[in-house]
């Protein structure tokens, strides 16, 4: 694409705006539209060319025309295409960069393809100042499309420290889309961590504040090192001018989502991937909503008396390893995904588009990107030496800090569902077992036997307790 092109821009909200400055920093001449007037003001006050209406894009563009659609998730998107539509012709390029599920993504881009329209499902981490300065852009187009917007995604994407654009192409339209939706079970998963470690701090241990942000500080110089690390810690010292005491502490305790990482956990489900640690982080928000209820069964319940011996665990190394184990939950996840689909997939890749501009950018990346450099079909991060050493070096603090909670009465899902994960990996033996046979007592379902191959069923006439069965 040649720089001085323009390029259409629908969708004028922060990521919009933000974005609309990003390309003009990198020579695009952007021509924008969003319904909003304020927005529209807002935008014409920074210098943008605007459109009057959707429909008045396409046809001030040259062709093949770029258009990029930020614009919220969900019927916005089916609305904003609808309007476009009938405007473009066989070659132009839509670049969907909201959080849209896969699923809609293939259904659009199949639409639109019949008539020869490209759609790219562009996934765009970063929030705002990542589309300003730059995104992590997870990438899924045609090849003939991304040779048309390589050019414009590469110049405005974060670049990593040796330089490279933090973009790629990760598969065909829905590809992008799918690939954000785990990055955003895994952005739950990882908050979720740092909240628990916060909470044990907090409630079991009795610390303040300052306290917990200088303990969140000195995990700077280890693998937990990453944006989010460093949003907790800029959170817990913000004060509040009201109270003077930290903003934090006048929060309301309800977490709020979007449904991206629901949408990752369900896909997990769906999938037959197990990804509790991602379960359990949606779960905590959907638990933290109920605060009636909460604050009614609160006084009901005994309080926990934290036992002496209670082991403090070292909660550095106990989240290195929960943490490993949410991107091992993540990556087996995409792996599934893209089999089933049959798209080839590129784990090295997603690791290089989320190691800057992401919302997981951070040092645990590096080992990841490694383990996926010595092995691009490494079918779990827990085999990786590397990453294998990192997880057992915290294993023992994981069992402590869940111990911990569960002592003190501090909810510790996401800590306990990654403990679960890497203790059910670690079990050659599993009770599914007896799970079969139940299955097999009650459903005539059938089981395996482990001394010879072949499906066998029992009448199970083993003493029964009194009564049924
Ligand atoms: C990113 C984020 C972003 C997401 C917010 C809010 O990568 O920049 O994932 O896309 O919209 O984090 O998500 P929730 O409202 O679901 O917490």
Redesign the pocket.
Known sequence: MNRAERVGLLGLGVMGRNLALNLRDHGFDVLAFDPSPTARAAAAALGFALADRPEDLAPQLPPPRTLVLLVPAGAAVDEALEDLAPHLRPGDVVLDGG?SHWRDTARRARRLGERGIELVGLG????EE?ARFGPSLMVGASEPAWRLVRPLLEAIAARSEDGSPCCARLGPPPAGHLV?TV??GI??ALMELLAEAFDLARRSRGSDHETIAELFETWRRGLLDGFLLRAAVRVLRTPDPETRGPLLASLRDVA??????SWAAIEALERGVSAPTLHAAVDARLLSSAVELRRELSPLFPSPVARAETRRAELESALVAAAVAAFAQGFALLRAAFAAEGWPFAPLLVARVWRAG??LRGRLLEPIARAFERDPDLPCLLLDDELLASVLAGLSDLRAAVSEGAASGVPVPALAASLAYLDGLASARLPADLIQGMRDLFGGHGFERVDRPGRFHDLWRGRPSKGSP
């Open positions: 959080n765009v981490s970063g929030g990542g954000k990055h955003n952005e739950y709020e989502h979007k449904g991206t990482g992401s919302i």
